[in-house]
Nanobody, 115 residues
Framework: QVQLVESGGGLVQPGGSLRLSCAAS????????MGWYRQAPGNQREFIAR???????DYADSVKGRFTISRDNAKNTVYLQMNSLKPEDTAVYYC?????????WGQGTQVTVSS
């Protein structure tokens, strides 16, 4: 079993920055994808960014150039640095990890971009 604990959400003004963290614990595979999704009220959950165990990264077009995903292997932690935030980035952000054929989700952290 794998547990994911997110932190770092909050309220920020448009143009501001936030960094989300997601710490994984439990029986972790050395082969994995780990990343972030978000869900705004009335919308479906959407993919934002991921990093593979190889180090390859991928981003949604809506966040390319503004968001950066990174990791600390020693801490089993993934980070999402979010810059130039827009009101449309407001959502609950969920950490996701795929180990082999299993999917795990964090509890979600609220990000609100508003003046």
């Amino acid at each position: 079993q794998v547990q994911l604990v997110e932190s770092g959400g909050g309220l920020v003004q448009p143009g501001g920055s936030l960094r989300l963290s997601c710490a994984a614990s439990g029986s972790l595979s050395s082969i994995y994808f780990m990343g972030w999704y978000r869900q705004a009220p009335g919308n479906q959950r959407e993919f934002i960014a991921r990093i593979e165990s190889s180090g390859t990264t991928d981003y949604a077009d809506s966040v390319k150039g503004r968001f950066t995903i990174s990791r600390d292997n020693a801490k089993n932690t993934v980070y999402l640095q979010m810059n130039s935030l827009k009101p449309e980035d407001t959502a609950v952000y969920y950490c996701h990890r795929r180990d082999l054929e299993y999917n795990y989700w964090g509890q979600g952290t609220q990000v609100t971009v508003s003046s």
